[in-house]
Structure formats: C-alpha cells, structure tokens
Nanobody, 122 residues
C-alpha cells in the first residue's frame, strides 16, 4: 500500500525555520507530483506547495517567497523548507501524491498520513 510519513515539525518562534520531510513507500515516487497540504484547527485543509515531475513548483500566495518545496527521487522523499515562519503557519502538515491528466489533477488516493505538527509561537 502507498504510505507517506511526514517528519520535521516542531515548535519554533516567529521568524524561525523548519525543514519538513515526507518519505513515500509503496509507489513509483518519481512519476507523481507531490504536494504539501496543511490544516489548522477549525480550518479546511489547504494546498501549500506542489512540485511536479518536471520540477516546476507552485506555492500558495501566503507562503510564496518563504517556503521551498523540493524532492529527492532516489530517496522517494519530498521536502518543505520553511523560512520566516509566522504564527499563521501553525498547522498539521501532510504530504500527498498526485498526477495530471490533461488539464486535470488527481490525487493518488484519498488517504492521509499522520502529518507533522508545526507550531509557530513566541
């Protein structure tokens, strides 16, 4: 089965940095786009960043210029470098695989891992 294990979260002060990792197993990692999503208490899950198989990236406006998504296909791992963190970045962060078909994007599945908690507070 496809599994994603997130790690790297923690407590950090505003302006600090964290690097999240997502290790994938049970899938051909290199043929899928990879997303980072986050969900804060009382809010819907939102897409934070995406990296395509060709390396192109997309970011939510709220994190653009502060976060960087990258991938290591040899390690089947996607990363999210988070700089200049703000309290509003506090959330549980999840990774997810997906693929494009024409102009449409589909998740690999509707299952989520445990995620990793990011808390930004002074």
């Amino acid at each position: 089965q496809v599994q994603f294990v997130e790690s790297g979260g923690g407590l950090v002060q505003p302006g600090g940095s964290l690097r999240l990792s997502c290790a994938a197993s049970g899938t051909n990692f290199n043929i899928y786009a990879m997303d980072w999503h986050r969900q804060a208490p009382g809010k819907q899950r939102e897409l934070v960043a995406r990296i395509r198989t060709d390396g192109l990236t997309n970011y939510a406006d709220s994190v653009k210029g502060r976060f960087t998504i990258s991938r290591d296909n040899d390690k089947s791992t996607v990363y999210l470098q988070m700089n200049n963190l703000k309290p509003e970045d506090t959330a549980v962060y999840h990774c997810r695989a997906g693929y494009y078909s024409g102009t449409y994007y589909f998740p690999l599945n509707d299952e989520w891992g445990q995620g990793t908690q990011v808390t930004v507070s002074s």
